[in-house]
Structures are given as structure tokens and as C-alpha cells.
């Protein structure tokens, strides 16, 4: 039987690890298929914190103190690996006004 603190640090691995990668998620989408593959190892580890959150829950541990947390936090990795897999591709989806733009248009005035 695996101890609940090894499965505690695991989830903590795990997330530590995608949250660092979707940190430089920008640097990656210099090269698309780059872009893909960070995009795919994100999402893939986020499963896996969620899986392994759920485990921790079932084992009895607790995450930071709480054995509420775990099963919560692992709903909140599965909605951010389906967004990691959204692909964009720099399309303006606000539509608010772009801080670059406005003193050109200032300026064409």
C-alpha cells in the first residue's frame, strides 16, 4: 500500500509540472508542432494529477491540510487539460481594444 504523503507529493509533482509548462506555454507556440506536443503533455498531466488527486481522496489523505480538496481540484485539472488543448492561434476572442493598437490610431488622427 502506497503511503498517502508519496500520492500527496505526486499530485503536487504533477501539477507543479503542468503549471510550469502552460507558464511557458508562449515560448512554445514559436514552433507549432512543438506547440502540439507541450499542449498534449499538459493535458496529459493534468489527467494524471486528477487521477491521482481522486486516489489521494480514496486513500484517506489529504491535500494542504484538507481531505475535501482533492476531489474538487481534480474536476478543476480535467476542465483546464480540455482548455489546454484549445488552440486559438493568436484570434482576438475578447474583442476589446488592443493596448498596441491604440497609439497608432492616435497618431493616424
Known amino acids: ?21 502552460f507558464t511557458f506555454i508562449a515560448t512554445f507556440s514559436r514552433s507549432p508542432p512543438v506547440e502540439r506536443l507541450v499542449q498534449n503533455l499538459i493535458a496529459a498531466s493534468l489527467i494524471a494529477a486528477a487521477a491521482v488527486l481522486w486516489w489521494l481522496s480514496l486513500s484517506g489523505g489529504e491535500l494542504w491540510g484538507s481531505n475535501y480538496l482533492p476531489k474538487p481540484l481534480s474536476l478543476v485539472c480535467i476542465v483546464i487539460a480540455i482548455s489546454a488543448r484549445m488552440n486559438i492561434k493568436g484570434e482576438n476572442v475578447s474583442f476589446g481594444a488592443n493596448p498596441h493598437t491604440i497609439g497608432k490610431e492616435d497618431k493616424e488622427d
Open 1 to 21: 500500500m502506497v503511503e498517502p504523503t508519496t500520492i500527496e507529493h505526486l499530485a503536487e509533482g504533477l501539477c507543479g509540472f503542468s503549471a510550469v509548462l
